[in-house]
């Protein structure tokens, strides 16, 4: 498996690493990886109609009393 060494990193990121990875219950090394994997992970495609979906049920949606136009529609001219 591939290795990767990480120079001159300051001591502060260093700690900072080791106390996110304390809270993550991980060692070091397990929430470095950790963060280059997301890094450099596609993000998952926004599908919009989900998201409105969603967003209407968080804030628990609207009441439209809309009645469909069942007349034909008539065809476009392209004249």
């Known amino acids: 498996m591939p290795a990767v060494t990480v120079r001159n990193l300051s001591e502060e990121t ?3 690493l080791k106390v ?10 397990a929430e470095i990886r950790h963060i280059l994997v997301a890094a450099v992970s596609p993000k ?3 599908k ?3 998201e409105l979906a ?16 069942r007349r034909p529609i008539e065809p476009a001219e392209f004249e």
């Open 48 to 50: 919009i109609g989900s």
């Open 20 to 29: 996110r990875a304390a809270l993550n219950g991980r060692s070091t090394e």
């Open 44 to 46: 998952p495609r926004l």
């Open 14 to 16: 260093h700690n900072a």
């Open 54 to 69: 969603a967003f209407g049920r968080r804030y628990g949606g609207i009441d439209l009393n809309l009645k469909r136009d």
